[in-house]
């Protein structure tokens, strides 16, 4: 789960989420219900990634779908509650503490001054019609491909099976 957690991410939040994981890992340890239980265990480390995020970018839910996403392989709703509250706990407290002494969450905030204007929404609803397409179209390309492979002499050969991949697609 550590290795998860710190490995995939890069910047400010790996080290965060790390240090929080790690923090969960070891607290518990200190008690004997979560000591003997893996499974506890793994719950609260998910709740502690998903504070690592919150304190990196001052985004609780983002903290939790971040756990949700890369820390869990099991996640309940219990958990995800339970990593919300964690990830809003964290980030009250780092406003609180005010560490940058700015009053922001996080040292480089984003405001925008400017409105967007009403002919910018046609290039974004291009963009977002384009990339539903293409990814329908790649979900349709992945299943017939993953169907050839299932039928063909192919997943005998994965290192050409990557090989001819990588030769169409690029």
């Known amino acids: 789960i550590l290795s998860v957690a710190s490995g995939l991410t890069l910047g400010k939040e790996g080290p965060f989420v790390h240090i929080a994981a790690c923090t969960g890992n070891i607290l518990s340890r200190l008690f004997p219900k979560y000591r ?24 609780p839910i983002g903290g939790v779908l971040f756990s949700l996403e890369e820390v869990s392989s099991y996640f309940p709703h219990k958990t995800m509650w339970r990593s919300f509250f964690c990830a809003m706990i964290a980030a009250l407290v780092l406003g609180w503490m005010n560490p940058h002494q700015t009053g922001k969450l996080v040292l480089f905030e984003v405001s925008y001054h400017n409105t967007w204007y009403w002919f910018e929404l046609l290039p974004f609803i291009v963009l977002g019609c384009m990339g539903g397409i293409l990814g329908g179209l790649f979900v349709k390309l992945n299943v017939r491909v993953a169907s050839f492979r299932h039928y063909t002499r192919l997943k005998e050969f994965p290192v050409w099976e990557v ?7 690029g």
């Open 163 to 169: 090989f001819v991949i990588a030769l169409l697609t």
């Open 36 to 59: 003997s239980n893996e499974a506890k265990r793994r719950e609260i480390i998910s709740a502690a990634a998903a504070a690592g995020v919150a304190v990196a970018f001052g985004a």
